[in-house]
């Protein structure tokens, strides 16, 4: 806890140094006098005159303040501040504790305005505003199931919902004005603010964002949909920055089940994402009715339960024929079931990323087409197996450290399985291997001219690079580690070619280098390489890693041009003569 001394008129800044004393750095700062600590309550003297508006912005802990001045007091642990005659007499909630735990919590109608940073990462399921606010700000990055905006507001501040998480939005007839960035970043880029529902039948007037498109069309960066009235559209489409965003009629959509859906331009449905946040089992229904006509749902949309951390389980139907980007990305889901009979056709970029689930199967019925980059990372999945026509974007299935069994349709024409590793057929590109096997080294065959996105080498102390050509590998590869330690090997006939390229430089351990977790780089006898190969077991090596080297090599290295009774090592395999 902090408590400030009596008779201190401003609040300085104040940070704790290396020995715990307290130390003054003069004036306070834009970050704010206590930002990022973990203060549970903050008591202030009764004289304080002047705090900055930020001061306390970022304080995750904090639970409550006590002041009982007259320019600043608290209300049940709300900072407010009654500002001076010659500025109004207005009443500001300056802030809100972080930590506060309210379910819900409503704005009194004595208060004029709120703070820059009022509810700055506070959590709650309910916010009740109040009509007496006219510009709303202060709700940037805060986390409320719910926010109720009442007629009375005319004004969107700068960055008055920038980067909300809060599913749906409803503003007002009363509003006149919208700032340029004011749903900036809404979601830090998944869109959480799914639907923003505008009452006026006059649009407001809305600054040109900050983002513009090549085309010169002004974009709002990660906006959600607006959706208004039908006698309204006519003036919104009139409206040059309104036209350009994303607009629908309130009878393109439908709430059902806490999920909201919008018509899709082929008459099917979207699920768009949710009312409110959710917990436990969703099941998504098949078809919904749209303004009375019954809408087949065929896309999970963009983000639709990003974030969602109550939620453990999710049957999705048949009729499904897209999970679209970050669809169920870093919520709590541990269990996805997708019903028979599935016509899914396309899994959108880390639609799963960070996810439990440890299954998701896809039988060879399933017309699944493409899995997008990143689509399972970081996901507790225990083993893959891909039909003929599937085909993987990059790092679909980077570290997931308990998978087991990657398998493939023997009709797949893209990739081959070798070992613990999937291949591209055709390049010999690594694209992922095994790493719940627990292994500290790894065998990766062909002549690797990239890698699939980044490889996670964490659980790695060797890698065998084995192609017949020099490795092209470089720091756009993104092979990455979390400790110091992989020894990476290549092939004697190679290795001073792969020293000698500047881009292999990078690979080198140095102070500068972004592989600096690679300990060493070492060459290995032909023969050793290939024998290694064959000890994997592979029979019909594909072309992308059979050697060009004709010659036959006894069991010790010693390379011979005529053999004789014995075994031998040939093109990678083992042979008897």
């Not at 996901?379 to 069994?405: M, W």
């Not at 580690?481 to 290549?490: A, F, H, P, R």
């Amino acid at each position: 806890n902090l408590k400030v001394i009596e008779n201190e008129k401003y609040i300085r800044h104040h940070v704790y140094d290396r020995e715990n004393k307290w130390s003054d750095h003069g004036p306070i700062s834009f970050l704010g006098t206590f930002y990022g600590t973990h203060i549970e309550e903050i008591t202030l003297p009764d004289g304080v005159e002047d705090i900055a508006e930020d001061a306390f912005y970022g304080n995750d802990g904090l639970k409550a303040f006590h002041v009982k001045g007259e320019h600043y007091f608290d209300r049940d642990g709300v900072l407010m501040h009654r500002t001076s005659a010659d500025k109004g007499n207005r009443l500001v909630l300056v802030k809100y504790p972080e930590a506060k735990k309210d379910k819900e919590y409503t704005v009194a109608d004595d208060v004029d305005s709120l703070g820059c940073n009022a509810f700055y990462g506070v959590k709650m399921e309910v916010l009740n505003l109040s009509s007496s606010i006219k510009w709303i700000r202060g709700l940037e990055f805060s986390n409320s199931g719910q926010v109720n905006i009442p007629e009375g507001p005319v004004g969107l501040a700068d960055r008055a919902f920038y980067g909300i998480w809060t599913p749906v939005l409803s503003l007002p007839a009363s509003l006149k004005y919208i700032s340029s960035s004011a749903f900036s970043h809404i979601g830090v880029g998944r869109g959480e603010t799914k639907m923003v529902y505008l009452q006026g039948e006059v649009p407001a007037h809305m600054e040109a964002p900050w983002n513009s498109s090549d085309s010169g069309k002004v974009i709002i960066s990660f906006i959600p949909t607006f959706c208004v009235k039908p006698s309204a559209l006519a003036a919104y489409q009139a409206d040059s920055v309104w036209a350009a965003q994303h607009l629908i009629t309130t009878d393109q959509q439908c709430q059902t089940d806490n999920m909201l859906f919008v018509e899709q331009e082929d008459g099917s449905a979207m699920l768009l994402g949710v009312v409110r946040n959710v917990t436990g089992e969703v099941v998504i229904p098949a078809q919904v009715s749209v303004n009375g006509t019954a809408r087949q749902v065929t896309t999970i949309g963009n983000g639709a339960f990003y974030f969602q951390r109550g939620m453990t389980r999710c049957t999705v139907p048949a009729s499904v024929q897209k999970i679209e980007t970050y669809a169920f990305s870093y919520n709590g889901l541990k269990q996805i079931d997708i019903a028979s009979g599935s016509q899914l056709r396309e899994i959108g970029v880390a639609a799963f990323e960070g996810d439990s689930i440890s299954r998701f199967d896809i039988p060879d019925e399933m017309p699944l087409e493409w899995i997008g980059n990143a689509a399972f990372e970081g996901t507790c999945i225990e083993s893959v197996y891909l039909p003929a026509q599937t085909r993987l974007g990059k790092g679909v299935f980077n570290s997931c450290y308990d998978l087991k069994h990657i398998d493939v349709n023997a009709a797949n024409p893209y990739y081959k399985v070798m070992g613990d590793v999937l291949y591209d057929a055709q390049t010999g590109a690594f694209q992922t291997y095994a790493a719940g096997n627990k292994q500290d080294s790894l065998v990766i065959l062909g002549d690797q001219q990239t890698m699939a996105f980044w490889f996670d080498a964490s659980k790695l102390k060797k890698l065998y690079l084995l192609g017949h050509e020099r490795p092209i590998l470089t720091s756009r590869n993104y092979l990455w580690s979390d400790k110091m330690g992989l020894t990476l090997y290549v092939r004697e006939s190679v290795y001073d070619k792969f020293m000698e390229n500047e881009e292999s430089n990078h690979w080198y351990p140095h102070s500068e280098s972004p592989f600096s977790f690679i300990k060493d780089i070492k060459a290995i006898p032909d023969a050793e390489a290939d024998a290694m190969i064959s000890t994997l077991g592979i029979r019909n090596t594909p072309s992308f890693c059979r050697s060009t080297d004709d010659n036959y090599y006894r069991l010790d290295g010693v390379r011979t041009t005529n053999p004789v009774k014995g075994v031998y090592i040939h093109q990678g395999h083992k042979v008897v003569k």
